[in-house]
């Protein structure tokens, strides 16, 4: 393994950290300019969402999350206290507890993969050939099992939402 990086690793790195910023940036734009929270709240939600009974432990939900969140419980609470989830104590373990996605969370969620995913085309659908998109994809995977993961999760999506 080589000590310093390329000039050309250098400068990947940067674009890609400057580009993921500066997308994400456009995407919450749209979002706001919609009338929708942030996107860490769709996150979450989807990721409720997919949980076989609609609920995680905390500590669960933060780990699935596609945007890291560093204050998990600031943003449960925000969505508990929009009615958008529910904290549930587990029976087992009285110390720990659930949240749950509610109807009204369901209902967000899928209203925001409007805007979500009109913005995913502006910003990436149209600036990439399915073909390129490919490579990306390929490219950004091997990235990832370079971090320590043997190999990233799936991703499938279908009309109304992305899913791993």
């Not at 009974?53 to 998990?72: A, F, K």
């Not at 913005?119 to 971090?147: P, Q, T, W």
């Amino acid at each position: 393994m080589k000590r310093k990086p390329s000039t050309e690793a250098t400068s990947a790195w940067i674009r890609l950290m400057r580009v993921q910023s500066r997308v994400l940036d456009c995407v919450e734009q749209d979002l706001k300019k919609a009338g929708f929270p942030p996107l860490a709240w769709y996150d979450a939600l989807l990721e409720l969402s997919r949980a076989p009974s609609g609920e995680l432990r905390p500590v669960e939900l933060e780990r699935q999350m596609l945007i890291p969140q560093y204050s998990t419980s600031r943003l449960i609470d925000r969505l508990v206290d929009e009615g958008l989830a529910s904290r549930r104590e587990c029976k087992i373990d009285k110390r720990g507890q659930f949240v749950e996605i509610t109807e009204a969370g369901r209902e967000l969620q899928k209203r925001m993969w409007g805007a979500y995913s009109a913005a995913i085309e502006k910003y990436v659908g149209s600036k990439l050939s399915d073909a390129d998109a490919v490579k990306l994809s390929g490219l950004l995977d091997r990235l990832g099992c370079s971090c320590g993961e043997m190999k990233l999760p799936p991703v499938h999506v279908n009309e109304t939402t992305p899913s791993r």
